[in-house]
């Protein structure tokens, strides 16, 4: 395993904020297949100071008001939105793999970047109008992001901001959500 490269890190909240995630990231070659390197963001979390600061900086940058809940798309989303929810006093809606919600779910499939999914969330989630704030750990070919995106409008929610921690950019899942507000703390 080796860390992330922070020197020159750039992210859309300024290189400080891109640094700081960049040092709190391993690279796991061959994880989860062979060939592929993943980027894991636990010691990120592990680090109640690091984890802080990126949580207000995400806070500050949407602003306190500008959402009435925090999606957390499964599973590593969730850590994030609870974060925030609690930081902000809004509620956590949890984006989830397919056959994990217990009532009527709205569900949509995706390619991955080596393989294919289904996520669904709750068809009861939000109120017409409900500024719905959408958090992730990465953003890789954009196909989660998309079909996340997609499923909180299909149950009335209104897309007020999109954050992750990390984007792959070399994948270009930016493209894939053109025309939708994207905020990547750290892009390599």
Do not use: N
Not at 115 to 134: I, K, P, S
Request: aromatic content about 8%; charged content about 20%; glycine content about 12%.
């Amino acid at each position: 395993m080796t860390q992330t490269h922070s020197t020159g890190a750039r992210g859309d909240s300024g290189p400080q904020v891109a640094r700081l995630v960049a040092s709190r990231v391993l690279d796991v070659p061959d994880f989860p297949k062979p060939g592929v390197i993943f980027k894991d963001l636990m010691p990120l979390f592990a680090d109640g100071e690091v984890f802080r600061e990126v949580i207000d900086g995400i806070v500050e940058y949407h602003g306190r008001d500008s959402f009435d809940a925090v999606v957390g798309i499964e599973a590593r989303g969730f850590v994030i939105a609870a974060a925030i929810a609690y930081a902000t006093g809004v509620g956590v809606v949890p984006v989830r793999k397919a056959g994990k919600l217990p009532r009527a779910a709205y569900s949509a499939s995706y390619a991955l970047e080596y393989g294919e999914a289904t996520l669904e969330v709750h068809q009861d989630a939000f109120t017409a109008g409900h500024r719905v704030l959408v958090v992730d750990d990465v953003l890789a070919t954009g196909g989660t992001a998309e079909a996340t995106l997609d499923l909180v409008e299909r149950a009335g929610g209104t897309v007020s901001g999109f954050t992750v921690l990390l984007e792959l950019g070399f994948l270009e899942g930016r493209k894939k959500l053109a025309g939708r507000p994207v905020h990547a703390l750290l892009t390599v």
